[in-house]
């Protein structure tokens, strides 16, 4: 059909005007809910001096801050402070990052003071950090937020990383409540720091030794007895309060119901590195309230979940004082034991016709996400092979795992009824790449 010279212009005309429209409409808002959208693989611009950032990879295991913008979907944040991060996972070649959004300047991003860009250094299939936080949530435990995205530096593909959420004071406020978030009167945390093999022994009076493993990451320059005079008192009831006063004197000080689940949860998924880990207790944070209620143990670097396909149910619970003392209260370790069970249906539910659970099938999803970007990837560790072999072993332990537990746990609250839990089958997963 043949426009008219009259219709030409019409159109032409209410074109332009779309187009004005558009240009001068704001683009949409983008939210913290939209950054760890895990349904994509996101994508974060890093741009710093050359000079810096070659100093940043020649000195990983300094803490240095060095200048850089930011950019993520349009959204622009310039003068944020990035340093090198991480424990056994440091190394020059592909550094974890740490993001200060107010290092020098008072801002945020997204309403976040801070990310973190964890660089999967000792994970093949870089998968297990983000599906143990997605377990945690789904349990109905505090845990950060995760997405997989590719990392640009000064327009160059820097590789796979986890974008993830930090526990902080702003974490604190969305999972608690803004008032614990609060700067002046909210609550203290405090981050674990692993220096030798530990398991809650307690360590004296000296208020000292409390603070060199416990960092405070609120309300840092209150006076070090209101910081760590509870944590000594909390060391001393867990060490020293008769088995029958246990559920009551330190429920008091530690929810010990929210901490049974989170050690269910982290032995379901076969975790080697947390609070139970074969190197003595590890990555996590420990929350008191402003209120005074019991404070909370929140999960925290998860990458060695999914690794110990065979660990019984009660793998190491007698090597820490905490965990030992709570398997002697029968209410408590009943709640572990029907946790194991909750926890394993949740990760094995949903299966289809090909048997895939839950996590199996998120797995994956994302999997299948991040496989090019990890083939592309100019710095891992990693061979492709490598990657697609673990994929199949953490697909194989998912499967597995999950009915032995569930069996195991079943076997111990219903001894009437006879079971065989036979432990599950090695799968072929590589060795962690953990170092201490």
């Known amino acids: 059909m043949t426009l008219s010279r009259p219709h030409r212009a019409w159109l032409a005309q209410t074109l332009v005007c779309v187009l004005v429209s558009a240009a001068a409409a704001p683009a949409l808002a983008q939210t913290q809910a939209d950054l760890f959208n895990d349904t994509t693989v996101q994508d974060i611009q890093l741009t710093v001096s050359s000079r810096d950032w070659e100093a940043l990879k020649a000195h990983p295991d300094e803490n240095t801050y060095y200048a850089a913008d ?70 109905g435990l505090p845990a950060p937020r995760e997405a997989h995205a590719r990392l640009f530096v000064n327009n160059e593909y820097a590789g796979v990383y986890v974008i993830v959420e930090p526990v902080d004071r702003t974490f604190i406020s969305r999972v608690f409540g803004a008032a614990e978030g609060n700067v002046e009167n909210g609550g203290y945390l405090y981050e674990y720091s692993w220096l030798r093999e530990y398991g809650f022994e307690y360590l004296g009076p000296s208020l000292d030794l409390y603070a060199e493993m416990f960092a405070p990451k609120t309300r840092e320059t209150d006076a070090v007895s209101r910081l760590y005079q509870p944590l000594e008192a909390l060391t001393r009831a867990i060490n020293e309060t008769p088995p029958d006063e246990f559920e009551r004197s ?93 926890v394993s249906t949740l990760v094995a539910g ?12 998120e797995a994956d999803r994302l999997a299948a996400a991040i496989a090019p970007f990890v083939a592309a990837d100019p710095v891992t560790p990693f061979t492709f092979e490598e990657f697609d072999g673990n994929v199949r072993g953490l697909r194989g332990l998912l499967r597995t795992r999950p009915p032995y537990v569930a069996c195991a746990a079943q076997a111990i609250l219903d001894p009437e009824t006879p079971r065989s839990c036979p432990l599950p089958a090695p799968v072929d997963i590589p060795a962690p790449m953990l170092t201490r």
């Open 250 to 342: 330190v429920g008091a000080l530690l929810d010990l119901p929210a901490f049974v689940k989170l050690l269910a949860v982290q032995r379901a998924s076969g975790e080697i590195d947390g609070f139970i880990g074969n190197w003595g207790m590890s990555n996590f944070y420990l929350y008191r309230f402003r209120d005074g209620r019991p404070a909370q143990v929140l999960p925290w670097d998860a990458d060695h979940s999914f690794w110990g396909l065979d660990d019984p149910i009660d793998y190491r619970l007698d090597t820490n004082v905490l965990t030992r003392s709570v398997m002697a209260v029968p209410d408590l370790r009943r709640l572990y034991l029907e946790t194991l069970v909750s």
């Open 350 to 361: 949903g299966a289809g016709a090909d048997g895939r659970g839950w996590l199996e099938q």
């Open 70 to 139: 930011l950019r993520w979907r349009g959204v622009t944040v310039r003068n944020v402070g990035i340093r090198s991060r991480g424990a056994g996972s440091r190394n020059g070649v592909k550094p974890g990052l740490r993001v200060d959004m107010n290092r020098y300047v008072d801002q945020s991003f997204l309403g976040l003071r801070a990310l973190i860009l964890d660089n999967a250094y000792t994970d093949p299939s870089a998968l297990r950090e983000v599906l143990a936080m997605k377990t945690f949530a789904r349990a």
